[in-house]
């Protein structure tokens, strides 16, 4: 089993910066892509980044240029750097993480999620 637990979340004003980190534990060796995705209330979740394993990351539209992805490969661990935080990116983060079936496909793991809120 692989568990994902995200931290990091809180309050922030306007203009300023969190960092959200993503821990996978158990069976985590196996994990090929991370990505972030978001979720406002009454709202379906999106896509906020993607950190694919050995390739560049790729962001949002809407974050591009405010929000940078990583990972450490050794702690298992995929970080989100937020700058410049607007009221519209209150939301609970989540992480995902996708492994192989085995039969040629993959399936998506999802932490719990962390809230975001973004206000003055």
């Known amino acids: 089993q692989v568990q994902l637990v995200e931290s990091g979340g809180g309050l922030v004003r306007p203009g300023g910066s969190l960092t959200l980190s993503c821990v996978a534990s158990?069976?985590?060796?196996?994990?090929?892509?991370m990505g972030w995705y978001r979720q406002a209330p009454e709202k379906q979740r999106e896509w906020v980044a993607s950190?694919?394993?050995?390739?560049?990351?790729n962001y949002a539209d809407s974050v591009k240029g405010r929000f940078t992805i990583s990972r450490d490969n050794a702690k298992n661990t995929m970080y989100l750097q937020m700058n410049s935080l607007k009221p519209e990116d209150t939301a609970v983060y989540y992480c995902?993480?996708?492994?192989?079936?085995?039969?040629?496909?993959?399936?998506?793991?999802w932490g719990q999620g962390t809230q975001v809120t973004v206000s003055s």
């Open positions: 995902a993480a996708d492994r192989p079936t085995g039969w040629g496909s993959v399936v998506t793991i």
């Open positions: 158990g069976s985590a060796s196996d994990i090929r892509a």
């Open positions: 950190a694919p394993y050995g390739s560049s990351p």
